[in-house]
């Protein structure tokens, strides 16, 4: 198992927001962790990459225990994160950007197959390359957020955190997310993907959580979950 989730309790203040959250994701898999709004989605991906750290339980990333590590060190060890909030750097170039992933992220060695290069993410993201030294201001909403995505692959994750990434974007804009993430998967990147918008999700993902307060209310695959009425009814906007 490549990243594992075991009983994880967190806080903010007295307020207990994961109760025993249990998760994990295999290497290779698309994964997503569906649920409404302030369940706790947010909460876990924090938890996992140290913006909050969990008074109990245990985060295992690669056999290796990371529970409560600060960020930079998560990120070494090889996990990325695109937080809900698109945070590129409004007043340098797409180029300055990009440069800014690498030293967040692991240290590229000899023992890394392919790694993330400039000329790769323009291979992937073709609209990067045309406008490599205009600022992340002017990009529309989709395009900054592509240019989040591309950033945190110049640290060479083997997992990426993904939290709501298609949220106010317009439909086509959505789409060419979930392509961005198809596409990032092939690669060989594995992906827990939050997302309230239970279509795209379930167009990327395999496997799928569902989150009700502070807690996992269903595990299965897309194909249980497309087939289970009640629990959608139950647990997701539908
Ligand atoms: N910084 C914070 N301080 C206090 N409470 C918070 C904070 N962030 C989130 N919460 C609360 O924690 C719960 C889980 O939030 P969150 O993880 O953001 O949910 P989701 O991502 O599923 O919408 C919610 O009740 C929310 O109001
Ligand atoms: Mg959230």
Redo the contacts with the bound molecule.
């Keep these: 198992m490549l990243l594992e989730i075991n009983n994880l309790n967190s806080y903010?203040?007295s307020?207990h927001?994961l109760q025993n959250m249990s998760l994990n994701v295999d290497q290779g898999e698309v994964v997503a962790l569906l649920?409404?709004?302030?369940?706790?989605?947010?909460?876990?991906l924090?938890s996992i990459i140290g913006l909050v750290k969990p008074r109990s339980g245990r985060v295992v990333f690669d056999g290796r225990e990371i529970t409560g590590l600060r960020p930079y060190k998560v990120a070494r060890a090889g996990i990325g994160y695109v937080p809900?909030e698109r945070r590129i750097f409004p007043t340098l170039s797409v180029l300055e950007n990009l440069k800014m992933g690498i030293k967040k992220g692991r240290q590229v060695d000899t023992s890394m197959s392919n790694p993330w290069t400039i000329e790769r993410i323009f291979d992937y993201f073709p609209f990067m390359g045309d406008r490599v030294a205009q600022k992340g201001a002017t990009l529309s909403g989709g395009e900054q957020q592509m240019l989040t995505i591309a950033r945190t692959l110049m640290g060479n994750p083997r997992l990426i955190l993904v939290?709501e990434p298609t949220e106010g974007l317009a439909p086509l804009m959505v789409k060419k997310i979930s392509e961005v993430l198809r596409m990032i998967s092939q690669a060989g990147i594995s992906i827990l993907l939050?997302e309230h918008n239970l279509k795209e999700a379930l167009s990327v993902a395999g496997r799928v959580y569902l989150?009700g307060k502070?807690h996992i209310a269903f595990s299965g695959t897309v194909e249980e979950l497309e087939a289970d009425a009640e629990i959608k009814a139950k647990y997701l906007e539908v």
């Design positions: 903010y203040g307020s927001v649920g409404r709004n302030g369940m706790g989605k947010s909460t876990t924090k809900e939290d939050v989150m502070a």
